[in-house]
């Protein structure tokens, strides 16, 4: 107990050093906001913003929701967060892990249908190791991967697959308690949006939680696609350690090193289940594969929410009136992979021949906690009513380090749109 | 030149569009296709230009690759990146490098077309990641 006060007291005098050797937000970056796309490595002035001990998040969210910030505004409806274990992490890819893959199998299919199919173990490629079944005649499709990746179609998906150009008809937001009664027809009859999420929610607690016991899962969005006449339920799944999210929507940011070869900055864990028929897990993706949490350390006192929400206002301060849809503490990920690989030159083409892949079987994966402000985009943004939408839930967001207030953020509508789920 | 190729080609070809001359557009229509280019007689220097494509790939066996041609100067190059690595053993020509993406697997595959010196140009670079 002394000793954790001794060093809470070193890392905040070792704050304070910092920020009073700092200047306010630099000119040069409030003007180089016109990409709204990128990093900005704020300092804090230590008269201007606040830390709070973690113990007093809820109250300080309560007050800091009642403030005002200028351009922007903090919608009435945000939920406060649970999140008093905050920690900075470290994961890493698991390995191995396509041993699950019989037992994966099960979960999904019936012996019957197994036993008519052939498993191969597959490793011709570099960078992942897999057990699976890829069958057109019967459309059916399982994949486990080394490094916790996992795929399914049963046939009631199969000719969709992974696709995600049906047009959205209603988005629900889950995590804002938009858990709805509505119902709608899926391929085999009526199924209620409240039935679907709890389903899901049951079987990934449940069913999949043994091959993913360190974390807790929630449905976050459901979005209600329309296909041939029917509809389906797409969810995206978020996934808690202790009761923070792990960064779900940081759809591989990519970054550039100083000799510009491009890597993948901030990664997302997360995911994505199809609903075709009432109460079925139709198709399922763990997207990325699965990280495990190797060391945590305890975050004592954060950014207070007011002061992020300041950061925001000074920093953006071009920026037009903007409403803040959400505001959440989860943890950012940050691959720490060879990415620089060797150059193969074919011609004028150069191919940057990765080592490894940011995905890939023990690659290591830091983690901060942030503040996460989201900025949800309106289809009027984006497109007519008349025009084809895939996107469903569009967010623009703001993330901010907990502890050193680094700033990054994602608020252009087209990069947006680039890696719209 | 099998099914593959003459299908990417195909839709290559498609996503070819004309900018003004010397503007330059980096599209992404969807997650399947994009192309970055410098329109023709623009003078230009050390101008680097970038996009990238992310998404769940739907099919068995995926390939991303890029092409570039009709290139003045042997100084302008083309770079491509993926997230999940190119595959050492390469399928397809040289011009058509490819990665392996499973179906249901989250990637990223970024383009970028560098041009380093100061000549008229007609320079395109395209991608795809299709099946």
């Known amino acids: ?421 | 030149m099998n099914k593959f190729m003459k299908k990417t080609i195909a839709s290559m070809l498609a996503a070819a569009s004309i900018a003004g001359a010397g503007s330059v557009t980096a599209s992404a229509a969807s997650y399947k296709a994009w192309s970055v280019y410098q329109n023709q007689g623009a003078p230009t220097s050390a101008n680097k230009y970038t996009d990238t494509v992310s998404g769940v790939a739907t099919g068995y066996t995926l390939s991303a690759y890029a092409s570039s041609y009709s290139m003045s100067s042997s100084s302008n190059c083309v770079y491509v990146y993926s997230s999940k690595g190119i595959d050492a053993n390469i399928t397809g020509t040289s011009s058509y490098p490819s990665c392996t993406i499973k179906p249901g697997e989250s990637f990223v595959v970024s383009l970028t077309l560098k041009i380093n010196d100061n000549s008229y140009l007609t320079n395109k670079a395209n991608g795809n990641v299709g099946y």
């Open chain 1, 1 to 421: 107990m002394r000793k954790n006060k001794a060093l809470n007291l070193i890392v905040f005098a070792f704050i304070m050093l910092m920020c009073s050797s700092c200047a306010d937000v630099p000119e040069n970056v409030k003007n180089d906001m016109s990409q709204y796309n990128g990093q900005a490595d704020i300092f804090m002035n230590q008269n201007e913003y606040q830390y709070i001990d973690v113990s007093d998040i809820a109250e300080d969210f309560k007050s800091a929701l009642e403030g005002e910030y200028g351009q922007f505004e903090v919608s009435k409806e945000i939920i406060i967060p649970n999140s008093e274990n905050i920690c900075t992490m470290e994961f890493e890819y698991v390995d191995n892990f396509h041993e699950n893959a019989d037992e994966i199998f099960k979960i999904f299919f019936d012996d019957e249908v197994l036993k008519k199919q052939t498993i191969i173990d597959d490793d011709s490629m570099q960078r992942m190791v897999t057990r699976e079944f890829y069958n057109k005649q019967d459309k059916v499709y399982c994949c486990v991967g080394n490094n916790g990746f996992t795929a399914m179609l049963l046939p009631s998906a199969f000719d969709n697959s992974f696709s995600r150009s049906s047009t959205v008809i209603k988005t629900y937001h889950i995590d804002r308690n938009e858990i709805s009664e509505d119902a709608y027809t899926l391929s085999d009859g009526e199924c209620t949006v409240k039935e679907a999420v709890n389903f899901v929610n049951d079987w990934l607690n449940t069913k999949w939680k043994p091959f993913e016991s360190y974390y807790d899962f929630s449905v976050k969005t459901v979005m209600v696609r329309e296909l041939k006449e029917k509809c389906y339920f797409d969810f995206v799944v978020e996934k808690y350690y202790n009761g923070i999210p792990l960064d779900e929507i940081s759809d591989s940011v990519m970054s550039e090193d100083e000799n510009g070869c491009p890597y993948v900055k901030h990664t997302f864990s997360s995911i994505r289940i199809n609903m075709m028929n009432c109460c079925e897990i139709s198709s399922f993706t763990s997207l990325n594969g699965i990280i495990k949490p190797i060391q945590s350390a305890s975050v004592n006192s954060i950014l207070s929410l007011e002061s992020a929400l300041k950061l925001c206002q000074s920093t953006f301060s071009d920026f037009k009136a903007m409403i803040i849809s959400d505001i959440n503490i989860k943890y950012s990920l940050l691959p720490q992979y060879n990415y620089l690989g060797e150059e193969i030159t074919y011609g004028n083409v150069i191919i940057i021949n990765s080592a490894e892949s940011d995905t890939q079987a023990g690659v290591k994966v830091l983690s901060r906690p942030v503040w996460e402000i989201i900025i949800d985009v309106p289809s009027s943004e984006y497109g007519t009513s008349s025009e084809f939408n895939q996107y469903g839930d569009i967010k623009k967001y703001i993330c901010i380090d907990v502890q050193t207030g680094e700033i990054y953020y994602r608020l252009s509508l087209s990069e947006v749109l680039k890696f719209a789920k």
